[in-house]
Structures are given as C-alpha cells and as structure tokens.
C-alpha cells in the first residue's frame, strides 16, 4: 500500500511538521467567546444541581461530598477557562486546489490532510449560541466513511459558506456529472 501523503507530493510542497504558512486561516476571536460563554451555561447547570444536591441532602454521609463536588467543579472551571484560548490559538485550517488541511491540538496535535478527490459533500451547521456570534461548523464528510472526516467548529458563518461554495467547486467531477 503506498503513502497518500508522499504521492500526492504534499511534503514537497508544505508539510504540517514544517513551519506553517502564511496562508493557514485561525479562528476568530468570536469563537472564545462563544466557547467561554457555553462553558459558562455549563457551569450554571452544574452549580444549580450541587445546589439542589445540597438542598437534598441537608445532613448524613452526601454532604460530606459536596465540598469536594464544589472544589472539583471550581477547579475544572477554572481550567477549561485558561485552556479555552490555547485550543483556539492552536487550531488551524487551509484549503488548497488538491486538498483541505486542518490541524488542531495544544499538547496532542491532530493534522488532517482531505484530498478534495475524496471529499463527498459538506454542511454548515450553527447553535444557538453560534448563531448569536455569527458562528459556523463545517464538516466535510469523505467516501467510504458514515462520520465526517473533519470537523471544523467556530469559524466565521460567511467563511463557513464560502469554503463550502470552494470545497465544492473544487471537487472533481465524474463522467456522470459532466454529462448533465
């Protein structure tokens, strides 16, 4: 079986262990505030329920756990808030005539090269609260796989719609589609 990567000639033209290009688009600066404020809405449907907990039970052995449930859920706030904009300002995507390039990750780094000949269709979806910051998430689906290939999450909703219209255009056509 032969490497993907060497035939297509990627490492001769970028490589992701390489240093990055110009060219990579980031996430805006929207996407930590989205993310901050979800992880805030979490935090509300956390602390009501240790609060409903601690109401329950008022005495015997739970309430002994509940300050180690408040330290642990302060503590895991706290870091998910101050790791938030590492992640965003480690998640990167470019997309190039032959493939689409995404890579994200602070301490475990996760490339993903999409040869646009595999690529099978893409949508854009947007949350609640992607919507109210003018968010996207792209995924582009591949062949011979049910999940999509990549997951591109908080980018810029007009952004979102252009890769898409491009991915598409991109994307080669069979004898089938040429026909019609």
């Known amino acids: 079986m032969t490497n993907q990567l060497l035939d297509a000639g990627f490492l001769d033209d970028q490589c992701l262990s390489g240093p990055l290009p110009d060219?990579?688009?980031?996430?805006?600066?929207?996407?930590?505030?989205?993310?901050?404020?979800?992880?805030?809405?979490?935090?509300?449907?956390?602390?009501?329920s240790l609060l409903i907990a601690q109401w329950w039970w008022d005495s015997g052995w739970p309430f002994l756990?509940?300050?180690?449930?408040?330290?642990?859920?302060?503590?895991?706030?706290?870091?998910?808030?101050f790791w938030l904009p590492l992640?965003?300002?480690?998640?990167?995507?470019?997309?190039?005539?032959?493939?689409?390039?995404?890579?994200?990750?602070?301490l475990w780094r996760k490339a993903a090269l999409i040869p646009l000949h595999r690529v099978q269709h893409v949508t854009i979806s947007q949350g609640p609260l992607q919507k109210r910051f003018a968010l996207a998430t792209l995924k582009v689906y591949t062949a011979g796989g049910l999940d999509a290939e990549a997951v591109l999450a908080d980018i810029d909703y007009g952004l979102a719609q252009a890769l898409s219209e491009q991915l598409s255009l991109l994307i080669p056509r069979g004898d089938a589609d040429a026909e019609h």
């Open 23 to 48: 060219q990579w688009l980031l996430l805006p600066a929207q996407a930590l505030t989205k993310r901050r404020c979800s992880r805030l809405l979490t935090l509300l449907v956390v602390v009501v």
């Open 65 to 81: 756990l509940l300050p180690l449930c408040w330290a642990l859920t302060a503590l895991v706030f706290l870091a998910s808030w």
């Open 87 to 106: 992640d965003i300002r480690h998640t990167r995507f470019l997309l190039r005539t032959q493939d689409f390039l995404l890579q994200s990750g602070v």
